[in-house]
Nanobody, 123 residues
Framework: QVQLVESGGGLVQAGGSLRLSCAAS????????MGWFRQAPGKEREFVAA???????TLYTDSVKGRFTISRDNGKAVYLQMNSLKPEDTAVYYCARDTFAIGTMKAADYDYWGQGTQVTVSS
């Protein structure tokens, strides 16, 4: 059973940066796309970024393009570098493993999820 563990969340002022990490235990991410999602209080979980295993192709939701960067370290870890943070980025951030290799925007395509890490951006 693969377990995903996120780290790196915290409290930061608007304009600041954070780097989230997601590590796998009990398995790897090999041959799987990986994604980051977030959920703000009172809102549904939303897609943030994904990365393909095959080509390294990345996808981002429009609101984070140019500010966030997803990357991976082979099959053992995935990262989300978040720059120019805004108060509206405040949420619990989750990493997840795609059932497929490509990394999609649909939460239903992901089979393993981490427990989440809180990111709070103050104005």
């Amino acid at each position: 059973q693969v377990q995903l563990v996120e780290s790196g969340g915290g409290l930061v002022q608007a304009g600041g940066s954070l780097r989230l990490s997601c590590a796998a235990s009990g398995g790897t991410f090999s041959n799987h796309g990986m994604g980051w999602f977030r959920q703000a209080p009172g809102k549904e979980r939303e897609f943030v970024a994904a990365i393909s295993w095959i080509s390294g192709r990345t996808l981002y939701t429009d609101s984070v393009k140019g500010r966030f960067t997803i990357s991976r370290d082979n099959g053992k870890a995935v990262y989300l570098q978040m720059n120019s943070l805004k108060p509206e980025d405040t949420a619990v951030y989750y990493c997840a493993r795609d059932t497929f290799a490509i990394g999609t925007m649909k939460a239903a395509d992901y089979d393993y999820w981490g427990q989440g890490t809180q990111v709070t951006v103050s104005s």
